[in-house]
């Protein structure tokens, strides 16, 4: 049955709009069934990519010295950390693919616990693990987790992030891979009893205890608090790799006191001699985390115990030039995209390097001073007809200086 359509209603839902569009045929469609059309062909082309997407099988699985192989392209140095990472994640994935047997022989799960100082690499070496086996990967504060009911976010936020990672898909978010940075800001504050509730310290550390071991979460995909009225997902941690970091700043002290090393007599002293006392943390073992503020239930959920060195000149110098991401071949691309051939001289790069160890920021350090050397000549070269433009080592110092000196002044 036909019926004459007035150029005031949707030929699909049938609203009248003053805002249409007019197909060939006399059609009519609004600006409200366009999006939902849209939403939908955004929604079936996510599936077909997921469809598409190869599932991890033991014969396509990188092996650990592969992925090993792979962050050494983008992580300079710290190769017991990359050797213990590769094989956490390699066990972690065979878990997952595991044969059922007649045997009984379940593999347990292992997360994982990177202790460094910052600007050592902690974050980069999660994210570049997601990045080669191609599954969701979320990273989140613990310093804004609290205890349920109080301000701060719950535990279970955790999750959400992974949730977007995986576009919502629940059975991709299941096989991914968290990381909790800042998992030393959630320490016990004092071993003495309180009157007052550890809300974002053992607090939180208790409420992470099921989600590190394996259990089904109730999440709320928008954030629990702004949006009462919405569904929870159901999310099952137990295949869902946790990786924490943090840079548990005073643990040197737990050690040392755990080794003897500030001990008096002739065998403490000889004792004492067997240890690098400038690089206590190649000695952390996990009396020492408990000691530092963890609870002993969420030191046994991260068996993996793994350090990072802290970066010296050589592992900085390198850090600027060679893995694919470096700092100084993200400048020369920037640059290069305005038909700029960006050069560092390496008395430039040396005195960038020198200023870093100085400042102790490792290599966040050398981002922030390559950012201070080339800010004026991000502004000022673009544009102007140079074809080429070399960073020497005076303007390295006449930047540098200038940029720290504006810092002083305002603190």
Known sequence: ???????DVCSFCGKETPYLFEGEDGAYICYDCIENGHQILEDAKRQQQSAAEKP????SLPTPSAIKAFLDQYVIGQDSAKRNLSVAVYNHYKRLLQPVDDNGVEIEKSNIILVGSTGTGKTLLARSIAKMLQVPFAIVDATVLTEAGYVGEDVESLLVRLLEASDYDVKRAERGIVFIDEIDKIARKSDNP???????????????????EGTVVNVPPKGGRKHPEQEFVHVDTRNILFICGGAFDGIERKIAQRLNTQTVGFDAMQQS???????LLQYVAPQDLKSFGLIPEIVGRLPILTYLKPLDREALRRILTEPKNAIVKQYEKLLGMDGVALTFTPEALDYIVDKAVEYKLGARGLRSLTETVMMDVMFEVPGQGVTHFEVTRALAEEKISKGMGVMRNQV
């Open 273 to 279: 001699a067997r240890y690098d006392k400038n690089d």
């Open 194 to 212: 309180s009157i007052t509730r550890d809300v974002s310290g053992e607090g939180v550390q208790q409420g992470l205890l099921k989600l590190l």
């Open 56 to 59: 991890l099988d033991l014969k």
């Open 1 to 7: 049955m036909s019926k004459k359509k007035d150029k």
